[in-house]
């Protein structure tokens, strides 16, 4: 039987969620004996002259599969001030005239513009879209996406290397401690700001580990709002930043950790909270749709009201006290994993690309 030819798109090599994300799942694709696997690299996300994607396309041949990983900042910027629209309209067009079928992940994709609303639009010219939630199925139906070409794949988890949790502490100089994690990198949705501010009410005991670096100019500037928050509040000792956290130092701190937390704002998917949950260590989300789905799948989770510090404080107290429901999340953390290893995605996945080729 000849193999399907598949090309994907991404980000690769950087320190970017995409690029971690599609590197786990081209792992288990090339597992896949019908498959042949050709990842063509973003390497200038930042790209403004439309020739770099012409030319990243040149070697992909006629009647293929192209599977895009797509998020609004991967896919460069047409050189007009104060105008916000990404080559993705590019991208297709070609794949288009080459008779590719394109089946696009959708990460993230914007709303709060004309132009974001037009290139959404746009997307309906692929052939299939991936999305990992049904509120995001919920968007573009809204926004006049065939419903028929949508598949919902979450995204997977990792498998974990799970290491002792008091050798993990005495390494990384916090013994006795209590360990509350955010994970993934730093950006104002996510909402550190609210985390370091109720600090000070727990336990003298409890520390802070911010894990994850900035990317943009303004995640930079938000990152230093953090560092200034944590000195006026005098909690030096209690917090704890550690930039970009390469992929041998994520068990040493995933391991440490006695509860995630993802006070998002805004948010599409989390690719950081499955890597938490992989961990099966108990956490703390806010209540946005996304995470509400997740917990009413799997029941893996805690939630509190999104933007409320108090009843975010009151979940963290309690669930770092409560032994019988962090054992009982750690159980169906593990069932979520089962769900949603990236070989089931993998598999999944695969399935999509033998439905186009027929």
């Known amino acids: 039987m000849s193999k399907i030819h598949v090309n994907i798109l991404t980000s690769r090599n950087i320190n970017c969620g995409i690029a971690d994300t599609t590197e786990q799942l081209v792992n288990e694709l090339e597992k896949c004996k019908n498959l042949e696997i050709n990842v063509i690299p973003i390497g200038d996300t930042d790209a403004n002259n439309p020739l770099y994607f012409i030319k990243l396309l040149n070697g992909i041949k006629e009647n293929q599969i192209t599977h895009i990983q797509y998020q609004p900042d991967l896919y460069g910027k047409l050189p007009v001030p104060s105008l916000e629209v990404n080559y993705l309209p590019l991208v297709i067009s070609i794949l288009k005239l080459r008779r590719n079928k394109i089946v696009t992940t959708l990460h993230e994709v914007g709303l ?117 928050q944590v000195l006026s509040l005098g909690l030096e000792n209690r917090v704890k930043f550690f930039n970009f956290v390469d992929k041998k130092d994520l068990p040493v701190i995933a391991s440490a950790t006695d509860l995630f937390i993802y006070p998002y704002r805004w948010i599409v998917a989390s690719a950081a909270l499955s890597l938490g949950l992989s961990y099966r260590v108990p956490t703390i989300t806010s209540d946005l749709s996304y995470f509400k789905e997740i917990k009413d799948r799997y029941d893996c989770i805690e939630l509190f009201e999104n933007g409320n510090k108090q009843d975010l404080f009151i979940k963290i107290k309690h669930l770092l006290k409560d032994k019988k429901r962090q054992d009982y999340l750690k159980k169906k953390c593990e069932e979520f994993y089962d769900e949603t290893s990236w070989r089931s995605v993998a598999i999944k996945t695969s399935g999509i690309y033998s439905e186009l080729i027929g």
């Open 112 to 228: 709060n513009s004309q132009i974001n609303r037009l290139i959404l639009k746009f997307l309906n010219s692929s052939d299939r879209l991936v999305v990992h939630n049904m509120k995001m199925i919920e968007i573009l139906k809204k926004n006049g996406i065939d419903e028929n070409k949508i598949f919902e794949i979450p995204l997977g988890s990792s498998e974990p290397e799970i290491l002792d949790k008091n050798e993990c502490k005495a390494k990384l100089e916090v013994s006795g401690r209590k360990i509350i994690t955010i994970f993934g990198f730093v950006s104002q949705n996510k909402g550190h700001d609210l985390i370091i501010e109720i600090l000070p009410k727990l336990d003298e005991n409890t520390v802070l580990f911010v894990a994850g670096s900035a990317r943009t100019g303004d995640q930079e500037k938000y990152k230093k709002s953090l560092e200034n």
